[in-house]
């Protein structure tokens, strides 16, 4: 009882003990802290935006069989999909019309 009692000790330390990848440099090569802490944001922000885009659906044109509603606001319904018109302007050029998907809207 006592050695299994032991073992599962040790097994819950060195589990405790594992950590992460650790870097070690010399004290005479150069580090910029902030240029890493630059760097890991920007990783960061692109990860979320990948994030965001998976998130929204944009179409430029839509499905055929698509019904038009205009109450509670205008949006398309196509199958089980829904879409809200939004007008994009590119930067200097002409505005077009996408389609973004949203949930289904609740009548009020």
Do not use: H
């Not at 606001?73 to 998907?101: H, S």
């Amino acid at each position: 009882m006592k050695q299994s009692l032991w073992v599962l000790v040790l097994m819950m330390m060195s589990a405790q003990l594992q950590a992460g990848q650790v870097v070690v440099r010399k004290s005479s090569e150069p580090f910029d802290a902030f240029a890493v802490r630059d760097k890991v944001q920007q990783d960061f922000a692109w990860r979320e935006s990948l994030r965001m885009q998976q998130q929204i659906n944009i179409l430029q044109s839509l499905p055929l069989g698509c019904v038009m509603f205009k109450l509670p606001y205008a949006y398309y319904r196509c199958g089980a999909n829904f879409y809200r018109p939004y007008q994009y302007r590119d930067e200097g050029k002409a505005t077009r019309q996408l389609y973004i998907q949203v949930d289904p809207p609740v009548a009020q």
